[in-house]
């Protein structure tokens, strides 16, 4: 049972939370990057607390869908927010200074495989966070809410 408030829970790790309060200040998510590369930010809401979260993820978009990858750096169980998107797919996604809403759907097979290529050629670093974990890194796709 979720509680229904919309209270905002910042993330807990501290890099990570600093650098949504440096895109909240700067009103665009272009005030961040991860070694050069972009960054979009995923408002969605915590799948037991019912509080709203904001996620980072790096910027893996084509023809208006995005790629959100449950990488954490390789570790060998997933994000939380991965079980926050299987409760309630409804995200709000911020690119530069746009925010959308979207619904995020899980992908596996010829879908994740390309999908993936797109993530990596993104982000070269996620190739290397797949050798470092026997788990299948999961990939969304964010499709806009018509
Ligand atoms: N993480 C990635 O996995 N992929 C990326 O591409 C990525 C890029 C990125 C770029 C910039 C940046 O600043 C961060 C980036 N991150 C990336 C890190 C990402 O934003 C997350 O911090 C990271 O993936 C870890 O996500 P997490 O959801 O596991 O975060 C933990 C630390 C967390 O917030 N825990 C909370 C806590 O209080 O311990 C709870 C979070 C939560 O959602 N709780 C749910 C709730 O109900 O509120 C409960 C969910 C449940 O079922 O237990």
Redesign the pocket.
Known sequence: M?TSNDEY?P???D??RN??EKVEAAGTTDA?D?LGRK?VIMTMR??????I?K????RVEKDGVYA??????GAPKN??????LK?DPKVTLQDGTTTAEYIAREVEGAEYDEWWQRSVDA?PP?AEYQTKTSRKIPVFLLEPVK
């Open positions: 979720t829970a993330s807990p790790t890099w990570v650098q949504v961040v991860i960054v915590g799948a037991k607390s019912g509080k979260r996620v980072p993820v790096m959100a990858v449950a990488s954490l750096g994000p939380v927010w991965y079980y926050n409760a982000y996620y």
